[in-house]
C-alpha cells in the first residue's frame, strides 16, 4: 500500500486539545498557528499537562484572528490577540524565548479553571531546535511529531484497552509506511513539503492522561517501556523539522526520501517505567 498522510493536528494553546485539519500551511516553524500561544507561571515557566492534567480539557481554536477556548463548566473564552502587550522572557524545556502577554482578562480567566496563577503568551521572536537546525515555537523541542498509524496498532495490540491517536498528540499521522517505519526513515516528502525526522520522541507522563477527560492512568508507558526503550526514556513517533514548507492536505502521498542512517533509534530492551 502506497503512505499517505491521514492525520494533520495543530495545537494553538500549548498543552491544550488539538484541532484535526483537512488542510494545513506547513511552514518552517511548523503547522501555522501550532503552540502558538501558552500558558506560564509567575516566574515565566510553562504550564503543561505534566502538571496541569486539567489542560486535556481545554480545546483551543484560533483562525488567526480570534482564539476561542473551550473548558467544561466555563464560559468559553473568547479572546482577540494582542502585539503590543509586554514581552515576557519564558522558558520551555529549559529553553529560553520570549511571549507577548496577552492581558489581565485571559490571565484570570485560566487561573480559575487551572487553579493557579498564570499569564497567557504569544509566541514572539525566533527559537531554534537543538538539532537538525530547525526553528519552533512553543512546541516542547520540534516543529513536528510524526507517527504512524500502524505503529498505534502495533500498540493497541499489546494494550488490554485500546488507546486512539489523540492520546499521543502527533502533528502527522502517516499510513502505509509499517509498525514504526517512522523510524527507518530520515527525509520525506509529504505532498508537496520535505521534512527530516530527526530525533526519536521520548515520551512523558502526558501520554497516560486521556484527552477526553483528563484522567491519569499508568497506561501506555507501561507497555511501551518493554520494547521500546532508547537512552534517554521511552520513544514512541519521531521528532521532525521542515526542510520545505507547503501546504499539506489529508490524503497527499507520504514518501521515504532517504533512509534513516544512525544508532540514535528505539530498541526492545525493556526500560524501567516512569
Known sequence: MAARLTELNAYPLKSGGGTALHTAELAFSGLRHDREFMLVAPEGRFLSQRDH???ALLRPVYDGVVLTVAAPGAATLVHKPVDDGPVLDVTVQRTSCQGVDQGDAAARWFAALLGAECRLVRFTGHRPTSRGGGEVMFADGYPLLVL???SLDDLNGRLDTPLPMDRFRPSLVVEGLGAFGEDAARLLRVGPAVVELVKPCT??????TDQA???RGREP??????YRGVRRGIAFGQNAVVREPGVLTVGDPVEVLEPVDGPDQPTTSPVSSP
Open 53 to 55: 492534567p486539567r489542560m
Open 221 to 226: 508507558l507501561r507497555t511501551l517501556a518493554t
Open 203 to 208: 515520551r512523558c507522563v502526558i501520554i497516560t
Open 213 to 215: 477527560t483528563g484522567e
Open 148 to 150: 504512524s498509524a500502524e
